[in-house]
């Protein structure tokens, strides 16, 4: 079955760098696209970015974000990577690696919290 | 691009039907047939429960149904059951590669 694993959340200084995983098993990695969602305490979900199926050349990003995040994606490992730098206290949130059906959000993972606070 | 508006809240008995709207622009809902619906337990991860404004993966069950009509999306839950008790959020395709979600509607089984 589809699983998802993310890792690498914790606590980071305002100006700080962090680099979440996400690991997948279960299904073919190289033929989807991967995104990464969050959710700050108490809100709801926004989308943060997409990569594309295969070499991952496909980047999409939200426009909130202006060029402090990006993903890669590492197909021998089936793991797909979030760098966020310039972190700011606002970027606090749970972040979930989903599955891309490529348009919808057809598998979760369970998250890891990232929190940005002196 | 601004979220899609959902009640905060919604609620019914068990048996009984909710309803969730979820209202978005031309730029979104009305511009594309990619309106998603995901359940959220809290403390869970989401799970997808609709696709492509009315599909239901493999897995959901029929009480759950959804549609759309101009700007608003809609999902119904029919014989509730104390587990659907939950947070559900709508999402759409945006257009430009980008995605929104919706504000998110708690639903509660009395």
């Known amino acids: 079955q589809v699983q998802l694993v993310e890792s690498g959340g914790g606590v980071v200084q305002p100006g700080g760098s962090l680099r979440l995983s996400c690991a997948a098993s279960?299904?073919?990695?190289?033929?989807?696209?991967m995104h990464w969602v969050r959710q700050a305490p108490g809100k709801g979900l926004e989308w943060v970015t997409f990569i594309g199926y295969g070499d991952g050349s496909n980047k999409y990003y939200a426009d909130s974000l202006k060029g402090r995040f990006a993903i890669s994606r590492d197909n021998s490992k089936n793991t797909v990577f979030l760098q966020m730098n310039s972190l700011r206290p606002d970027d606090t949130a749970v972040y979930y690696c989903?599955?891309?059906?490529?348009?919808?959000?057809?598998?979760w993972g369970q998250g890891t919290l990232v929190t940005v606070s002196s | 691009q601004s979220a899609l508006t959902q009640p905060p809240s919604a609620s019914g008995s068990p048996g009984q039907s909710v309803t969730i709207s979820c209202t978005g622009t031309s730029s979104d809902v009305v511009a594309y047939n990619y309106v998603s619906w995901y359940q959220q337990h809290p403390g869970k991860a989401p799970k997808l429960m609709i696709y492509e404004v009315s599909k239901r993966p493999s897995g959901v069950p029929d009480r759950f149904s959804a549609s759309k009509s101009g700007n608003t999306a809609s999902l119904t839950v029919s014989g509730l059951q104390a587990e659907d008790e939950a947070d559900y959020y709508c999402s759409s395709y945006a257009g430009s590669n980008n995605f929104v979600f919706g504000t998110g509607t708690k639903v509660t089984v009395l």
């Open positions: 989903a599955k891309g059906a490529p348009i919808d959000f057809d598998f």
């Open positions: 279960g299904f073919t990695f190289t033929t989807y696209g």
